[in-house]
């Protein structure tokens, strides 16, 4: 049983900064690509930022220059560094990953957590 737990969310003021966890734990082999998806209430699930296990990145055009994702694959977890928030960044952070489970490859998500941009 593989599951992502995501942390670090919060209300910040807009300007501020935050950094997203997502561990990944249980019995796999290794963990391929890690990716951050947001979601606001009635929009469609946004990709935000992916790396691979090679730690190639990419972002949207909405957070590119402001939004950093990294990964440590000795602690199989992987962050998302948000700085300069806008309010428009308000929203629910789901953590996604491809895990190798025996000779198979898996997609998970984790529970999400929620991010808040307000003065």
């Known amino acids: 049983q593989v599951q992502l737990v995501e942390s670090g969310g919060g209300l910040v003021q807009p300007g501020g900064s935050l950094r997203l966890s997502c561990e990944v734990s249980?019995?796999?082999?290794?963990?391929?690509?890690m990716r951050w998806y947001r979601q606001t209430p009635g929009k469609e699930r946004e990709l935000v930022a992916q790396?691979?296990?090679?730690?190639?990145?990419t972002y949207s055009g909405s957070v590119k220059g402001r939004f950093s994702i990294s990964r440590d694959n000795a602690k199989n977890t992987g962050y998302l560094q948000m700085n300069s928030l806008k309010p428009e960044d308000t929203a629910v952070y789901y953590c996604?990953?491809?895990?190798?489970?025996?000779?198979?490859?898996?997609?998970?998500w984790g529970q999400g957590t929620q991010v808040t941009v307000s003065s």
């Open positions: 249980g019995t796999f082999s290794r963990i391929s690509f």
């Open positions: 790396i691979t296990r090679g730690d190639t990145t």
């Open positions: 996604n990953a491809a895990v190798l489970v025996f000779t198979r490859v898996n997609e998970y």
